[in-house]
């Protein structure tokens, strides 16, 4: 049995032994495991990021409990304690990412009973994952670990990115899409993002093209944080996906939560990064304005702005429930000059970017990261990136975490992006 095979299969049975109440067996099994690691430690003093330090809220350990997943973050601990080296903790976290990434999707599709908040609600994977990496982070085996890179891996696992293959069935077209975690939490702990609702809705997904072509669609979801995107999570999802062979994409697009009232297709992605002050999910700045845009750390060769090459006539076929248009705005220093100016029709030659159509914030970089490896690695397949409508409709009672109308536009967002999907042919 392959490695992936082994994990796959370890993932299984962590999700059937999570699925519902843990049983008398699998308790007796955890206890014995933690009196066999009798110098199995955590600190609880260990100094959380800002993104961990929210899950003092206690509304944060009710969306996890409401959305079922509350036995991931209780076992957690004691699986980690069973791990008796390197080695085996890497696949232990490896296992155990993939399995709450699988569980999040079986939810989102349907086939994973539990909790009272929709199914659509990708607010439950997101707390259940920034918990568990607060525990990660603060477990002390009594052997060394490299804790950065069991967090990269455990973030990995749990975003989709070890289980993103296409099934490579002849005449079958293969959609790769990516989606985003929440953000500007500090504003609004409640708030959700379709683009990550929708990533969970789609992997895995067979539809019917409307063309009639039978497509495959895999997923991944990005955090809102600008140091995993310096690290490469970007290029490690879409690079084995753009990769010659059978299995590789046909199409990718990168999808985020974008303008109120209506869906736009990104016309042009820009190289820089200007969104500050606007902070990302840990607090950090990208250290670019909109008088100084930077450039992303260890971002490779590229242009200054990347246009969109998906089907954006078929696609703009779309128009229910929200409108669809093609946004062509950029802002650029134009060449020559040294101050912003924004266009309504694209970049001119010989300018610097300071923002793509999605601005200049990790929605445009998402953009651009994907589309400037798709140039270098397979510049024939169409790519771009697709912005949603702001969720709305959050009760204006604090400590309601969801309501009728919130869930209804999560609903008919997320359906809308699976609508706009059907229509990439052309």
Request: charged share 20%; hydrophobic share 40%; aromatic share 6%.
């Amino acid at each position: 049995m392959t490695t992936a095979r082994r994990r796959a299969a370890l993932a299984a049975t962590l999700i059937g032994a999570l699925a519902a109440t843990i049983t008398p067996a699998a308790t007796a099994t955890a206890g014995t495991a933690q009196q066999a690691r009798p110098h199995c430690r955590t600190v609880d003093s260990a100094q959380p990021d800002r993104e961990q330090a929210r899950t003092a809220d206690p509304r944060t350990a009710a969306l996890t409990e409401r959305g079922g997943f509350g036995d991931f973050v209780r076992r957690f601990p004691t699986a980690l304690c069973t791990a008796r080296t390197a080695e085996q903790a890497g696949r232990l976290v490896d296992a155990w990412g993939e399995a709450l990434w699988r569980a999040g999707v079986d939810r989102a599709q349907g086939r994973r009973p539990g909790g009272d908040l929709p199914a659509v609600d990708d607010r439950p994977l997101y707390w259940t994952r920034v918990a568990m990496a607060l525990q990660l982070g603060r477990w002390k085996p009594d052997f060394a670990v490299d804790a950065a890179v069991l967090r990269q891996r455990f973030e990995d696992a749990s975003r989709g990115l070890a289980d993103s293959g296409f099934g490579g069935r002849p005449g079958v077209r293969r959609i790769f899409v990516s989606g985003f975690d929440p953000f500007g939490l500090d504003a609004e702990l409640r708030r959700a993002n379709p683009s990550g609702s929708a990533a969970l809705q789609l992997d895995g997904r067979r539809i019917v093209l409307a063309d009639g072509t039978p497509a495959e669609i895999q997923t991944v979801l990005f955090p809102v944080r600008y140091g995993d995107f310096d690290r490469g999570i970007v290029e490690r999802a879409f690079a084995p996906r753009l990769a010659p062979g059978h299995r590789s994409a046909d199409l990718i697009t990168t999808v985020s939560q974008g303008y109120p009232g209506l869906f736009t297709l990104e016309a042009w992605a820009g190289r820089s990064r200007s969104a500050d002050p606007y902070p990302d999910n840990t607090g950090a700045l990208s250290g670019g304005t909109r008088e100084h845009p930077v450039t992303a750390p260890g971002l490779g060769p590229g242009a200054e702005f990347i246009a969109t090459s998906l089907p954006t006539g078929p696609m703009t076929a779309v128009q229910q429930p929200y409108p669809l248009k093609v946004n062509t705005t950029v802002t650029e220093i134009p060449a020559g000059a040294s101050g912003p100016v924004d266009r309504t029709d694209g970049p001119t030659p010989g300018s610097r970017a300071v923002a793509g159509g999605g601005g200049g914030y990790l929605s445009n970089e998402v953009a651009y990261r994907t589309n400037r490896l798709r140039l270098e690695l397979a510049p024939q397949l169409p790519g771009g990136h697709l912005h949603t409508p702001v969720l709305t409709g959050l009760p204006e009672q604090a400590e309601q975490l969801t309501g009728p109308e919130f869930e209804q536009n999560e609903a008919a967002i997320t359906a809308e992006i699976l609508d706009i999907l059907r229509h990439t042919v052309g």
